[in-house]
């Protein structure tokens, strides 16, 4: 059974840092691309970065480029996505989805950015 859960969201001030996990079981991470999304109060959920199967990131919103980052550690089965120098705007649920056929979400796990 394919099964993603996020965790590691939080509260922060502006200009902290946070590390999201993607614990995934009933596949191997290794083997497919893990998305990161998020969804603000209000608005759309939009894609934040990928890691390839070749554990490559890239970041697809213009405002995270340079802060956040994707990793993977295989004898883990989790996917990463560090986040520095946060800002308010960073504020959402963040989810990790996987596709395997269909796609697959996690939960999600909020990050809160705020003085």
């Known amino acids: 059974q394919v099964q993603l859960v996020e965790s590691g969201g939080g509260l922060v001030q502006p200009g902290g840092s946070l590390r999201l996990s993607c614990a995934a079981s009933?596949?191997?991470?290794?083997?497919?691309?893990i998305s990161w999304y998020r969804q603000a109060p209000g608005k759309e959920r939009e894609l934040v970065a990928t890691?390839?199967?070749?554990?490559?990131?890239?970041t697809y919103v213009d405002s995270v480029k340079g802060r956040f980052t994707g990793s993977r550690d295989n004898a883990k089965n989790t996917v990463y996505l560090q986040m520095n120098s946060l800002k308010p705007e960073d504020t959402a649920v963040y989810y990790c989805?996987?596709?395997?056929?269909?796609?697959?979400w996690g939960q999600g796990t909020q990050v809160t950015v705020s003085s």
């Open positions: 989805t996987a596709i395997l056929g269909r796609h697959y």
């Open positions: 009933g596949f191997t991470v290794s083997s497919y691309t």
């Open positions: 890691i390839t199967s070749t554990g490559i990131s890239r």
